[in-house]
């Protein structure tokens, strides 16, 4: 597990450019650094010791060294495939996953992404062919981000190694301001700085005599569903992949812990990776049991006979670190959870290097309890056709609430715009109100339209997860995995995230992942054969917090006024209509996810943008190094 970072060489660019790169993201490999430069590329590493750790220095290089490799993540099954490499020829040095990496390109180029299962990004620079290739893995667990305005080529495992470069034009991308408000994060290749892009999940890119293109070699889909599938027949199949999958995640020379919350899906990883050798593992709360999960997850840790250690946070911790998660998340990322999810990672990576985590399990078998509205909005436009359906929201609309009101307006909408993460934080017309200037606003249905229409014609549930998979997963929720535990030097390792599990997941119908009661009911019933029964029914929480109530307290709500009011407010937002949100959630109507996206939006941009704002910004986080 480690960072890197390179560039295509320039002659106005200084030698000691990669290694300040490096430097930016030291955190997320402090063990060992290294080098390598010629007269068209330069690369620098930065590792997190996990697999065999006396050797896999990288850069490494074929035996020819004609092609040099930098690599962050896992490769779970290079066992087999630097067997197969054997058998074709090639000598290993080492038994580190990046030497599989650096033959298996030289062997099969791009097709070698097709035989990994792991979580990845990595980077080859070809010198016989001066050309750069790039790959991310399966599903975005790894990050990889590249800069490219025409004249110069930067990557990298996080954005902010590139302030370091001489050329990087760093400009705000103001026109996915509104995509942002909408959706908390952005939904595509973009990012908040103007010609920098993601690497998408299953894609990979070769750079060659000043172009970049990009291709997808995996894409998650929905087309051999097995209606003939049961419950049961799925329940088992579940078990024999998650225990399967967990065994693979455990593969480590370092001890591994694992996460664990009050829910099934931490629950399962850890009750299974018990099953391999003791595990410890950690949970996050808070005082006030109210919102705290820990005597649950203290109590299924007992009943498994495993170490758990509880980690505590309060309101103060929450708030002081607010910016300096802004610098670590490169963009700006509104999950009140993140924060827990830090606190988590750090007191964790006091004990182990790695630490498995329950992610995922939502996406692939149907978790999320907005799933289950699919089934009445399917009958609905299965049986009163569109005219009607038009006709009915259009009278909804004029009348005064009345109970059933809101399912008949929606009933009348494409799921591409009536899905709830499509408009997750401010709807257009409040983003309308909120923005200083409404002429940027835009359609957050029109810009992810696309991702509905690729599975056109499939079931709204099935529609919902796809999206879900293709967004809210490795934009938002691995996003802040990787970067909360990479910034205190962990390793998360996610096992239902993983091209076997999903590769089943394509195949359940509805029936097996949700039914009118209860969300991913194979996944839970393949539980409850291995734990106790409260705790694989348990209902979902997803990492509770008391920050609407904090944004009362006065000593934090005097620091958001305080934001809101600053130049940075006044420049992107209608103050007035930022008050407004506060006091409407002073007096009980809760507008914490929208308030909260505006007020880490400006710790952002002044955690990144310093030199445009006036007010005090010193006491934010690497201020005099941005």
């Known amino acids: 597990m480690c960072g890197f970072v390179g560039y295509v060489n320039q002659k106005d660019v200084s030698e000691g450019t990669i290694n300040s790169m490096a430097d930016r993201i030291k955190h997320r490999g402090p063990d060992d650094e290294a080098y390598f430069s010629d007269d068209n590329v330069s690369m620098g590493f930065r590792r997190l010791s996990i697999i065999d750790l006396a050797h896999g220095r990288q850069p490494m290089f074929n035996a020819d060294q004609t092609k040099v490799l930098t690599f ?7 066992k087999e495939i630097r067997e197969e490499l054997r058998d074709l020829g090639y000598e290993f040095k080492t038994d580190v996953d990046s030497e599989v990496l650096v033959y298996g390109y030289e062997e099969w180029g791009p097709a070698l992404l097709d035989k990994l299962r792991g979580m990845f990004a990595f980077v080859i620079y070809d010198k ?8 991310r893995d399966h599903f975005g667990i790894k990050p990889l981000y590249y800069y490219d305005d025409g004249d110069t080529f930067l990557w990298g495992s996080e954005i902010k190694a590139f302030l370091e470069h001489p050329n990087f034009n760093k400009e705000l991308n103001l026109r996915l301001l509104p995509i942002h408000l909408s959706f908390e994060f952005i939904p595509s290749r973009e990012t908040m700085f103007k010609h920098v892009y993601k690497l998408l999940p299953g894609q990979y890119f070769l750079h060659k005599n000043g172009k970049t293109e990009t291709h997808r070699y995996y894409k998650f889909n929905y087309d051999h569903i097995d209606e003939s599938q049961t419950i049961e027949g799925d329940a088992d199949k579940i078990g024999k992949l998650v225990d399967d999958s967990v065994k693979a995640h455990m593969i480590a020379d370092v001890e591994v812990g694992s996460f664990l919350s009050s829910g099934i899906d931490s629950s399962y990883v850890l009750n299974e990776a018990a099953k391999l050798k ?4 950690f949970s996050i709360g808070f005082h006030h049991s109210k919102y705290s999960e820990l005597a649950w997850s203290t109590e299924f840790a007992k009943t498994i006979n495993q170490k758990n250690t509880p980690i505590y946070m309060n309101g103060d911790d929450y708030f002081n670190f607010l910016p300096t998660m802004m610098y670590y998340m490169d963009e700006p990322l509104s999950n009140p959870a993140a924060i827990q999810l830090y606190y988590l990672s750090k007191d964790t990576s006091k004990h182990v290097k790695v630490a498995l985590s329950g992610e995922g399990a939502d996406e692939f078998f149907g978790g999320y309890n907005t799933y289950l509205e699919a089934i009445p909005f399917d009958r609905y436009q299965k049986y009163v056709p569109k005219p009607v359906r038009k006709g009915l929201a259009a009278v909804a609309k004029r009348l005064p609430r009345f109970h059933g009101k809101r399912f008949l307006v929606r009933g009348a ?9 499509v408009n997750y934080v401010f709807n257009y017309d409040d983003r309308n109100k909120v923005l200083k200037d409404p002429s940027i606003n835009t359609d957050s249905g029109a810009y992810t339209k696309h991702i509905f229409d690729d599975v056109k014609g499939k079931d709204e549930m099935t529609q919902m997860e796809y999206f879900d998979i293709n967004t809210w997963l490795p934009f938002d929720i691995l996003h802040k995995a990787d970067r909360m535990s990479m910034c205190n030097s962990l390793e998360v390792r996610v096992p239902f995230v993983d091209k076997e599990v999903a590769k089943f997941a394509e195949t359940m119908p509805v029936k097996t992942r949700i039914t009118p009661d209860e969300t991913k009911i194979s996944l839970r019933t393949a539980a409850e054969r291995e734990m106790p029964k409260k705790t694989a029914l348990k209902e979902k929480l997803g990492f509770p917090s008391p920050i609407a109530s904090w944004i009362n307290d006065p000593k934090y709500h005097e620091r958001i006024v305080n934001a809101f009011h600053s130049d940075t407010g006044h420049k992107f937002f209608n103050v007035n209509e930022l008050d407004r ?12 996810q929208k308030i909260f996206t505006i007020y880490t939006f400006i710790l952002w941009y002044q955690v990144y943008f310093p030199e445009d704002t006036t007010e005090d910004t010193v006491s934010l986080v690497h201020r005099t190094k941005i």
């Open 413 to 421: 909408q494409p799921l591409s715009e009536r899905y709830y993460r």
């Open 128 to 135: 016989k062919n001066n050309e750069v290739f790039g790959a």
């Open 72 to 78: 962050n993540g896992e490769i779970y099954n290079y």
């Open 581 to 592: 949100l506060l006091k409407e959630h002073a007096e009980g109507k809760s507008n914490m």
């Open 278 to 281: 003791p595990i410890q593992s």
